[in-house]
């Protein structure tokens, strides 16, 4: 199975913006659909983007028309770009194959002035 390492995380003021990367310690191409998951404080965790092999993706309306989902199979790297964030994006995000049942370590957004 394959395990995927996130980065990118970090402080940001509202409005800002940050580009998470997931790098995958083998090859991505033959997967499937990969996604970006986040876990708020005290929250469950929730789905935010989806990407298939082939470039399609779907979004949680929370962040539709902000956030970017996009992988790359020749760098095995799912990225996340995130625009005009909001306090209420503060959360840990995790990528994984959507058919995984394992998680990374996830890595921290803080949106807060």
């Known amino acids: 199975q394959v395990q995927f390492v996130e980065s990118g995380g970090g402080l940001v003021q509202p409005g800002g913006s940050l580009r998470l990367s997931c790098v995958a310690s083998g090859s991505t191409f033959s997967i499937p659909v990969i996604g970006w998951y986040r876990q708020p404080p005290g929250k469950q965790r929730e789905l935010v983007a989806l990407?298939?092999?082939?470039?399609?993706?779907e979004y949680a309306d929370s962040v539709k028309g902000r956030f970017t989902i996009s992988r790359d199979n020749t760098k095995n790297t799912v990225y996340l770009e995130m625009n005009s964030l909001k306090p209420e994006d503060t959360a840990a995000y995790y990528c994984?194959?959507?058919?995984?049942?394992?998680w990374g370590q996830g890595t921290q957004v803080t949106v807060s002035s």
């Open positions: 994984k194959d959507r058919r995984a049942s394992s």
């Open positions: 990407v298939s092999r082939f470039g399609v993706t």
